[in-house]
């Protein structure tokens, strides 16, 4: 037991850092950044700041496990304590994922958490770190928050830090520093009776373990190797060795653990390149740094996100939690209009956000939605307020244990029923950001003029900036990508990441339907070819940034 009673208080005197404004999710720097003097201290005292009710608050309190992961923690538990927060809760050895801590803060009536997390971004020394706050609901802070903690930043003059020894972050129990108690809990445990609670364990575990059935679960040494470890193997039976790069590394090896064709590279060779043996799993999955995102495959096949979104929708009466339908769908604006296809036919509304979870929230909360997903690897439902990767593994797995088809057939089917959206996204990463600049300018200042134009047969009808007026809470978001439509359905949108640590990185969505089965069978890229040769001709991106081909294709 720690007992640090009657400290005083001193508050530090910091000066503000310029930088601190958190992007589509959260603040995210370089390790270095956010090792500068009190820095990390700043952001943290100015997040408390933001929240009158910090007094006698609970705060969940965890990370993906990356570098620097063990110190902010010791550091934020001090500062909590200074703060007056009554209770933390954190998982052992400083590891929650994203997903969990959502769960947490739901489940036990939390103010907030703070999850530490660059996502998808590297680790390591000279990698990425991240901060973001959760709010009651369990979901990113909105933009209103995140914008008053910047304000909080940028006139910050003290922080409050308790004068106490490190928790042992290690060893699960309840732990007492100056007023505050800290709760060291398993990560997995709340999270995998969540999981039990949406589906069906005993048809998925008949499904996993049966002898003509393998599974390869790629947690990229990232967050969800213990979520996976124990969910797919200890508990439904898979076999040993089926979640690989299980370990939960502070640099996650060394690799980029984004869920996608280019960085997921060892379980796309496991899916793919047993071609010629035949010996490819039935069924591969990857998750992210913070297990939010997931990737689904089956023996020789990819699933494109916007599809899997669709599919689940399209089956989710298959999974217990969702048997008595859907209240709605919601999807960001650059992910394929897959999705509405299927809202229509069930005859319960679509949604349309801007980029980032954030602005699924009110419409979760309002109970408008039970469904949500982007393009980027993000697929969620009610459950919790964040994406969350095991989760929509687990839909596929119900799905298929209850349609017995293997992935590539439930796919082709839904593409039969629904018609195809080809679909990709190109991203040019780490351009100079006056470059970018000149770009979206150019654009922007271009798109009266592009309004009944033909490009390969194809007229626009809309050309605009996206806006987005959230129905719930009516406030207005706006600049949230350039958006051009054509006659046939088809989109190209832009936009600018908002996530990236380096640079600018340029988004381009590309988008085209084929709702004849014959045309099925195409290469996306080939598929796409003449939309991809359209968004060079309006936006000049090899002019601009000297590019020539992008640096990921997904
Ligand atoms: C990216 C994705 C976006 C996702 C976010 C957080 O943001 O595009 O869909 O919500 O990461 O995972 P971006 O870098 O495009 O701003
Ligand atoms: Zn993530």
Redesign the pocket.
């Known amino acids: 037991m720690f007992k640090n009673s009657q400290i005083k208080i001193q508050p530090v005197k910091t000066q503000p850092y310029t930088d601190q404004k958190p992007?589509?999710?959260g603040l995210r720097k370089k390790v270095k950044v956010f090792q500068q003097m009190d820095y990390l201290q700043n952001f943290i005292q100015s997040i408390f700041n933001c929240l009158p009710e910090i007094q006698g608050s609970t705060l969940i309190l965890g990370g993906d496990g990356r570098y620097y992961n063990r110190e902010a923690i010791q550091i934020i538990i001090r500062m909590a304590a200074a703060n007056g927060v009554a209770k933390i809760i954190l998982g052992q050895g400083g590891i929650f994922s994203t997903p969990a801590v959502s769960h947490l803060i739901r489940k036990n009536g939390a103010l907030g958490g703070i999850i530490l997390s660059a996502?998808h971004n590297p680790a390591g020394m000279d990698g990425d770190f991240g901060i973001k706050y959760n709010s009651s609901n369990g979901g990113p802070a909105p933009e209103e928050f995140t914008n008053a903690v910047y304000e909080e930043s940028q006139d910050i003059s003290y922080y409050k830090i308790a004068p106490i020894k490190g928790i042992p972050l290690d060893i699960p129990g309840t732990y007492t520093s100056e007023n505050t108690e800290i709760e060291v809990i398993d990560p997995v445990n709340d999270y995998v009776e969540l999981m039990q609670s949406l589906f069906d364990f005993d048809k998925i575990r008949a499904l996993i373990s049966a002898d003509d059935f393998s599974m390869c679960f790629d947690a990229m040494h990232a967050v969800t190797g213990p979520y996976a470890t124990r969910i797919f193997e200890e508990i439904l039976g898979a076999a040993p060795g089926s979640v690989i790069r299980a370990e939960c590394l502070p640099n996650f090896g060394g690799g980029h653990p984004d869920p996608n064709l280019i960085h997921a590279k060892q379980l796309v060779d496991i899916m793919f390149d047993a071609e010629e043996t035949g010996s490819a799993p039935n069924f591969g999955a990857a998750s992210d740094g913070d297990g939010d995102?997931n990737m689904i495959m089956g023996d020789y096949f990819f699933v494109t996100p916007s599809d899997s979104l669709a599919i689940i929708a399209a089956n989710a009466h298959l999974i217990p939690a969702y048997k008595d339908g859907l209240k709605g769908i919601a999807r960001?604006m650059p992910t394929s209009q897959a999705a509405d296809r299927v809202a229509e036919k069930l005859g319960i509304p679509s949604y349309e956000t801007p980029?980032?979870?954030k602005f699924f929230g009110n419409l979760l909360d309002d109970k408008r939605i039970t469904l949500c997903g982007?393009e980027?690897f993000?697929t969620g439902s009610d459950h919790v307020r964040e994406k969350d990767g095991i989760w929509a593994v687990l839909c596929w797995l119900n799905i298929m244990a209850e349609r017995k088809q293997s992935v590539e057939d439930i796919v082709r089917q839904h593409w039969a029923e629904y018609g195809r959206n080809y679909y990709t996204r190109h991203d040019y990463e780490n351009i100079p950001t006056e470059a970018a600049n000149k770009l979206f300018d150019n654009l922007q200042e271009h798109l009266g003029t592009l309004i009944g134009r033909i490009f390969n047969n194809r007229t626009v009808i809309i050309a605009d900036n996206f806006s987005y007026h959230d129905p719930v809470d009516h406030s207005q978001t706006d600049n949230q990508g350039i958006r051009i439509i054509f006659d046939d359905g088809s989109r190209i949108i832009f936009?600018l990441?908002?996530?990236?640590t380096e640079g600018a990185?340029l988004?381009v969505y590309i988008e085209r339907y084929a709702k004849d089965i014959k045309e099925h069978d195409l290469d996306t890229q080939e598929a796409l070819y003449d939309l991809i040769e359209t968004a060079e001709l309006v936006a000049n991106i090899i002019g601009y940034t000297g590019r020539h081909e992008p640096s990921v294709i997904t």
């Open positions: 992007g589509t999710s996502s995102r960001s980029t980032g979870w982007e980027s993000g936009r990441s908002g996530t990236g990185t988004r």
